[in-house]
């Protein structure tokens, strides 16, 4: 019996013991203060936008015209040449040794044409002194004439050889900057195969494609603005060509835009936003557009979203279907609505019901 009664106090000490324990209550994480703007309507917009992409205003593929081992590649990608600069050099042994053929079929060609206009002016006088028949001077005469053609086509040869020699040497047609080589020494160089690629480097122009809602507005000379996607630097630039035909291009219209000063820093190749300036009376197609900042998209992959305010002050992540970049705003296409906030920019790091403070609403257009 008093080991029952032990066994019972026991399990009453360790009950209360359980009991007491009480569980640490869970921290709620602090709200996040964010940023907020209403979305900006593009009412009155003054220019519409191309997508386009730098390159230099001359560039060329150097190919040769003959078969040839590649003896030398005398520059590297990125080197600055000068026009007239060897690039490349391939093996002309047989060039070389066709040359001494023609030079020497020159030389006889050469003595047989001043035998035959020896011959050809003996007989001229011997003619007016009657002491030469009329069919002797015309054998002498067609003697002569052969002679001549011969030396002619002995030095059209000579010329065709010294020109396959420019083909065997790859010289530079302006000055620029190798932007790629295709051969190294030792390789076959085969007629019309790329061997070294060049760009010049004082002169950029801009290519862009234009819809046709947009092409009718745009004029030769225009000015322009263009946007580098990469550095968000702003150039200025010129109206160069306007393609009239969309035949071979997909339905959109080919502009070029020659570009005014540009830095260092702005390399062919890099992606750009142009603005084509538009007047007053022109509604574009962008007009009544939902614009929001570029900065605020979130990313995954191919989608494009932003955080928006749900009840309770939580972050909401709404996903987006975008349109035009106009400078460094993003046209909405759907997903949001006019008047409704959505978050610029936050002191920490957002995702889905996270608690968020916003700041008073930032002026309408004003949320970067």
């Known amino acids: 019996m008093k080991k029952i009664i032990a066994i019972l106090s026991i ?44 390159e230099a205003e001359n560039s060329a593929n150097l190919s040769t ?21 060897t690039l490349v050099s391939i093996n002309n042994t047989d060039l070389q040794a066709k040359k001494a053929q023609v030079d020497a079929s020159i030389l006889q060609a050469t003595a047989g044409y001043n035998n035959a206009k020896k011959d050809y002016e003996r007989f001229v006088n011997l003619f007016k002194q ?32 010294v020109a396959q020699f420019n083909y065997s040497n790859i010289t530079a047609p302006f000055s620029g900057v190798v932007t790629n080589t295709f051969v190294k020494e030792g390789d076959m160089a085969n007629p019309g195969m790329p061997l070294v690629s060049i760009e010049g480097a004082s002169k950029l122009q801009v290519t862009a494609m234009v819809s046709e ?51 260092p820093s702005v390399l062919s190749g890099m992606f750009v936003n142009v603005q084509f300036p538009i007047e007053n009376k022109v509604q574009t197609t962008a007009s009544n557009a939902i614009l929001i900042p570029e900065s605020a998209l979130v990313h995954d992959g191919q989608l494009r979203g932003v955080y928006t305010i749900g009840t309770g002050n939580t972050a909401i992540l709404r996903w987006l279907r975008t349109g035009k970049t106009f400078g460094n705003q993003v046209e909405v296409l759907s997903g949001l609505s006019a008047k409704e906030q959505y978050i610029v920019s936050a002191e920490g790091k957002l995702y889905n019901g996270v608690k968020v403070i916003p700041s008073p609403t930032l002026p309408k257009g004003k949320g970067e």
């Open 11 to 54: 399990a009453a000490v360790f009950l209360t013991s359980c009991g007491g324990d009480k569980k640490e209550p869970i921290k709620a994480e602090p709200a996040i203060t964010v940023k907020v703007s209403e979305i900006s309507s593009n009412e009155n917009n003054q220019f519409v936008t191309a997508s386009g992409k730098i």
């Open 65 to 85: 015209r003959m078969m040839g081992y590649v003896t030398k590649v005398q520059v590297k990608v990125g080197q600055k040449v000068t026009a007239g600069q």
């Open 130 to 161: 009657q002491s030469a028949s009329q069919k002797e001077l015309d054998d002498m005469t067609a003697r002569y004439e052969m002679a001549k053609a011969g030396l002619e086509g002995a030095k059209q040869m000579r010329n065709e050889v």
């Open 213 to 263: 809602n947009d092409i009718t507005t745009i004029q030769k000379g225009m000015q322009v603005q263009v946007l580098v996607k990469s550095s968000n630097e702003k150039l200025t630039g010129k109206v160069s060509e306007v393609s009239s035909s969309a035949t071979n291009t997909g339905g959109q219209y080919l502009v070029k835009i020659n570009l005014d000063k540009t830095n």
